[in-house]
Every structure is written in C-alpha cells, then in structure tokens.
C-alpha cells in the first residue's frame, strides 16, 4: 500500500512563508512524478507544480514565483515553498504521486496514482 503523507500546513500571516512536505512510502518500484494541487473552499482543485523523477520541476501558469517545488530522494519527498503568503492561498493543500508498481504474477510493471490526504494552510493576521 503506497501512501503519502503531508505535513507543514498551518497558519501564517499575510507576508509570511511556509514549507509543505510530502513524503512517499509503501511498495515504489518508481516514481514517475509528484505535484501539489490545493484547493480552496468552493472552487475546483488546482494543480500548482509539478517534480519528475529527473528533478525537473513544472509550474502552472498561474503559480508566480512565489512557488518553488523540489524534490529528494528519486524523489520520494516532495517540497512546497510558499513566499509571500497572500489572501488567495488559503487553501487545503494536497500532494499526488504517479507511481509504478512491479506485480510478480503478471511480471509487468504497472502504473497507478496516490493521493494524500491534504494539509490546511491559513493565512490570516
């Protein structure tokens, strides 16, 4: 069973900053990639960046620089760096991975995808 778990969310004033953690565990063959979306109340789910398993990191067009994803570790841990928190980033934050797993009985390697369970971020003086 794959899981990741978040961890880092909380509340911050405006201004202030703040570091998202996710961390992958369970039967990995590979991780293809992982990202962080968020989601406020209300409105849809938006993925925000994006590591792959080179340690290329992609952003989506509407993320300013405030935003910085790396990743460690091939990457089984995947960081969020939020500058210059603002009042339309309160948000549950959520990690997603794609992974592959191998499955002895069929001898093939087989891809799937995992979500956490999401960490809250404030901001709020």
């Known amino acids: 069973q794959v899981q990741l778990v978040e961890s880092g969310g909380g509340l911050v004033q405006p201004g202030g900053s703040l570091r998202l953690s996710c961390a992958a565990s369970?039967?990995?063959?590979?991780?293809?990639?992982m990202a962080w979306y968020r989601q406020a109340p209300g409105k849809q789910r938006d993925l925000l960046a994006r590591?792959?398993?080179?340690?290329?990191?992609r952003y989506s067009d509407f993320v300013k620089a405030r935003f910085t994803i790396s990743g460690h570790d091939m990457p089984r841990t995947v960081v969020l760096q939020i500058d210059h928190l603002q009042p339309e980033d309160p948000a549950v934050y959520c990690c997603?991975?794609?992974?592959?797993?191998?499955?002895?009985?069929?001898?093939?390697?087989?891809?799937?995808?995992?979500w956490g369970q999401g960490t809250l971020v404030t901001v709020s003086s």
């Open positions: 997603n991975a794609a992974y592959s797993v191998f499955v002895p009985d069929d001898e093939e390697v087989e891809s799937r995808e995992v």
């Open positions: 369970g039967d990995i063959y590979s991780i293809d990639y």
């Open positions: 590591i792959s398993r080179t340690g290329a990191p």
